[in-house]
């Protein structure tokens, strides 16, 4: 997914009047790591940088994410589950799984290898993947980024 942090960067820093080194401070990243993300070279933007640096310019998550993702579609897929039979359809009274790997798959468009990877193994969030899967679980938009990465902050 392309995004547009770079651009996202540079307005702020004009708009507020900033430096480089007013972000890294405010971020915790590196001035290497905020040169390569204002000049355009980060092709993949993690989950955890978009929220340090949306928050450390007091911005919201849906405001952020329009600028930085302008042509994310995050109208989300029809999830309908497996057709049952009949022992499957009496056993669905005894089931409470929500948001399954499958459903989230499904709606978000995410394979759900990747998905695996991020549950199960050291894959990187990408935040545009973040943006998709809090609209699949309900969660109004940065409100999983809070929870997920507010501690670190």
């Known amino acids: 997914m392309n995004h547009k942090i770079d651009n996202y960067i540079k307005e702020k820093l004009q708009k507020l009047g900033w430096e480089d080194k007013n972000l890294v401070e405010k971020t915790g990243l590196s001035k290497g790591q905020i040169s390569k993300l204002k000049n355009g070279h980060v092709e993949r933007l993690t989950a955890e940088v978009f929220y340090k640096i949306y928050k450390a310019f007091g911005d919201f998550c849906p405001k952020a994410t329009k600028v930085i993702y302008p042509d994310l579609d995050l109208k989300l897929k029809k999830y309908s589950p497996k057709a049952r039979n ?29 998905l695996k990877d991020l549950y199960y193994r050291k894959a990187a969030l990408e935040a545009y993947e973040l943006l998709l899967i809090e609209k699949a679980v309900g969660k109004k938009q940065g409100e999983l980024f809070e929870k997920f990465f507010g501690h670190t902050s």
């Open 86 to 114: 009949d022992f499957g359809s009496f056993m669905d009274q005894f089931e409470t799984i929500i948001n399954s790997i499958e459903e989230i798959a499904i709606k978000t468009g995410i394979e759900e290898n990747r």
